[in-house]
């Protein structure tokens, strides 16, 4: 693995092919959410398919440092649960906060997933 600064673990140019081919191929559950936490919806500005030292996040807050993953099927295996405790394990070490939904979450209950991101973001909707 790599080592970076603090300065380069953002966007790191040798991973801007992957990132441009993750969102031309968004998945379904991907655009269900984008289309939801898009352009300030959410009051704060998200960005899809953001690098963070050697790993892509789906979604990146970097004012509120919030990371969010969405699983498909293949989460659920062994390895890739070791996995995605490793990127968590990383990301938390650098004070960001990792939040994560199925695709079934997302396709089947988005109203839960968004009032989950909400109080995440700590949003007060009785202001104006």
Avoid at 61 to 78: R, V, Y
Avoid at 105 to 120: G, Y
Wanted: aromatic share 10%.
């Amino acid at each position: 693995m790599r080592l970076y600064s603090m300065s380069k673990i953002f966007n790191i140019n040798d991973q801007k092919d992957r990132r441009k081919e993750l969102r031309r191929n968004i998945t379904l559950s991907e655009k269900i959410l984008w289309t939801s936490i898009r352009n300030r919806k959410l009051k704060y500005k998200f960005r899809r398919q953001y690098g963070i030292g050697n790993y892509i996040v789906d979604f990146y807050c970097p004012e509120i440092k919030l990371a969010i993953e969405i699983d498909g099927d293949s989460h659920c295996f062994k390895n890739a649960i070791d996995y995605d405790k490793n990127r968590t394990k990383y990301f938390n070490d650098l004070g960001i906060k990792v939040v994560r939904y199925t695709n079934n979450d997302i396709k089947n209950n988005l109203q839960a997933v968004l009032d989950d991101l909400i109080k995440i973001c700590g949003i007060d909707l009785t202001s104006p």
